[in-house]
């Protein structure tokens, strides 16, 4: 009996102080100026012509221009007692606590409206203490400042509804119709999807999204907006959605604006409290024409529908990225898989390990022999790699000829003869920092982000200059004063004849003379190509990969499955198709696409696969590069 009134007194305690403390706040919160929510966390993105592509708020609309039955569907799901607390349910917290110490996890939230516009403030969603301090003082400060219907509609015109964002923009794109027409069985599905757009989108999910909608009617009718009929007869009806090719142009460029975004949070001039307040207008690097032919090729060539893709088009010269995918579709995944993923690389890492062959001595002539071959390492192991699909020369085959067929004993005895740590410290010069010294990194067995391999790649396409991916221009308040703005830094980190004799190496991929005891890996799309690029593609079980060049253009693709299932031939066969078709149209009107030759540089005829001065008897040769005294002497 004794413990029983401690323990309520501590509790009476507890409630006096916590009631004394958001007294207190409020009262701060009060008479602290009012935050302006219409530009709170909001941007206007611009194109490289500066014409504005995307804004946070630029499809708001009024409460009363939003249908009843979603105002009512979203109370119902979220939060029933909106109208009548403070910011914070206190009964919801403390019923959500049981819950999660009943089941020892976290498994029910208890977030206001309010709350969850505190966070749609905000650029960032860490859940440090700190972070959720902030959200509740910000939280106290909204209801202290504004009306409860100004604070929904804020909440609804900002809040995630499968990868787009505000209601009227989530109504048109699901429904081709504005937020005030909704109907009672669209607004169920709407409202279901902000618990998790990734699982609750009815485009991706919609069996779940039927659940969902199912267990919002049911809430509504249990809160009396509806009745249990109005509820059966809207769970029944078909739903008619937006066609799907509407949808993509719709969401054409989200991925590019969450890299933006991504870029954003990195900028250290850029004071976090003018990103969480200010507003912010956003200069990029975005190319639309650029975004409408990558994404046209993706929907052509990927007709599978769990099959992913990373993609980055770049401009070499600037480092400015014209165009990304992230992935196939961002309203069915918002992972981007561009700024968050990393995969094997596989033979696309063997440019790097041939640019620095060519800078310790080798020339596009040196040899080795390509056949089945077991590596005794020092550590009393052995290695054992296999060429694709298990072919191999017996005999000595040049550069060209290993780049062509992507050969591996080539590249393993390369990698031997320089000494591990070439490849690594090289790959470190242009951008690629976490290789690791060992045998198999030569054939790509590390994990690489696709921005760093743009960024490898561009220094080739630079002839030797290294320049920083970027999506961001400058960036200004919105007053007009410049925050933050690019400052290129091109630095000379290869040799540019070295780096020319490698970029005409890498035409040996699609060369038909080179067509001999095996086909180079890039032949079929050939007939395609009306200029020079340096190609090299990289496969492994899992990953397809293709990275190619020339001065005006980089473009850079993955292919496989997130989940790392083994991946098909034919998807390959498609990511070169994709690639070629993109950089074909994206430069169909440049002219001077192609490298001078350095004047310590000269061309020699060859035979491309034995490496020697070509003869009258030799069917096919190849126009070769090399230092000036370093070919070939018959």
């Not at 029933?80 to 498994?107: E, P, Q, S, V, W």
């Not at 409408?292 to 529908?305: E, F």
């Not at 980190?493 to 970029?503: A, E, G, P, Q």
């Amino acid at each position: 009996m004794k413990f029983l009134k401690s323990f309520l007194k501590m509790i009476i305690f507890l409630i006096i102080l916590i009631l004394l403390i958001y007294i207190g706040v409020f009262i701060y919160a009060k008479v602290s100026p009012k935050l302006p929510i219409k530009s709170a966390n909001s941007y206007y993105m611009y194109d490289m012509d500066s014409k504005l592509f995307n804004g946070t708020n630029s499809n708001w609309v009024k409460l009363d221009d939003i249908s009843p039955y979603l105002i009512d569907a979203t109370l119902s799901a979220e939060d029933k007692n909106f109208y009548k607390h403070f910011g914070f349910d206190i009964l919801r917290i403390m019923k959500a606590m049981y819950t999660n110490i009943l089941n020892k996890d976290n498994l029910q939230g208890a977030s206001t409206i309010t709350q969850q516009f505190a966070k749609n403030l905000f650029l960032t969603f860490d859940k440090t203490w700190n972070r959720k301090l902030i959200e509740a003082i910000l939280t106290i400060r909204l209801e202290a400042h504004y009306s409860k219907d100004t604070i929904l509609e804020g909440y609804l015109n900002t809040i995630n509804y499968g990868g787009v964002f505000g209601i009227n923009t989530a109504s048109q794109y699901y429904f081709n119709k504005d937020a005030k027409d909704l109907n009672l069985e669209e607004a169920a599905i709407l409202a279901g999807i902000p618990k998790s757009p990734s699982n609750y989108s009815p485009l991706s999910n919609y069996e779940n999204s039927k659940k969902r909608q199912k267990t919002i009617l049911n809430l509504m009718v249990k809160n009396k907006y509806i009745t249990e009929k109005e509820a059966t007869d809207a769970y029944k009806k078909e739903l008619i959605f937006k066609s799907n090719e509407e949808n993509q142009e719709s969401t054409i460029s989200k991925y590019f604006e969450d890299a933006v975004m991504n870029e954003l949070r990195n900028i250290n001039t850029i004071p976090p409290s003018l990103i969480e307040t200010g507003g912010l207008k956003i200069y990029t690097t975005f190319d639309s024409n650029a975004n409408n032919i990558l994404n046209k090729n993706i929907s052509k060539y990927i007709t599978d529908d769990n099959l992913e893709i990373a993609s980055v088009l770049m401009d070499p010269s600037s480092g400015e990225i014209k165009a990304i995918a992230g992935g196939k579709d961002f309203s069915k995944s918002e992972y981007n898989r561009v700024t968050q993923s990393v995969r094997q690389v596989g033979s696309t890492i063997k440019p790097i390990l041939y640019y620095a062959a060519l800078e310790n001595g080798f020339t596009p002539s040196s040899i080795f022999t390509s056949e089945k071959t077991t590596f005794n390492l020092s550590d009393k192991k052995t290695y054992s790699p296999k060429n694709y699909n298990d072919i191999y020369a017996n005999k000595p085959i040049s550069m060209p000829a290993a780049i062509a067929y992507s050969d591996n004993i080539y590249a393993i005895k390369t990698h031997i003869f320089l000494g591990e740590d070439t490849l690594v410290n090289t790959a470190k010069k242009i951008g690629i920092n976490n290789l690791k010294k060992n045998i198999s990194s030569a054939l790509g067995t590390d994990e690489v982000n696709i921005l760093d391999m743009i960024e490898a790649y561009s220094t080739f396409a630079n002839l030797g200059y290294s320049v920083k991916p970027h999506f961001i221009r400058k960036v200004l308040d919105m007053d007009g004063n410049v925050l933050y703005k690019y400052k290129s830094e091109k630095k000379e980190v290869l040799d540019k004849s070295t780096t020319f004799i490698l970029n005409e190496l890498l035409t040996s991929s699609y060369d038909s003379n080179l067509l001999d005891y095996n086909t180079p890996t890039c032949l079929m799309i050939a007939p395609k190509m009306s200029r020079k690029y340096a190609i090299k593609t990289g496969t492994t079980d899992t990953d397809h990969l293709i990275f190619g060049y020339n001065k005006n253009a980089i473009l850079g693709i993955w292919m496989g499955y997130d989940d790392n299932r083994l991946v098909d031939v034919k998807v390959g066969n498609a990511m070169k198709h994709l690639w070629i078709d993109t950089m074909e149209e994206y430069q169909k009107d440049d002219k001077d696409t192609w490298y001078s030759v350095p004047d310590n540089v000269e061309g020699v005829i060859i035979n491309p696969i034995t490496g020697k001065l070509a003869t009258k008897d030799d069917k096919k040769v190849k126009l070769l590069y090399y230092i000036k005294g370093t070919g070939p002497i018959n």
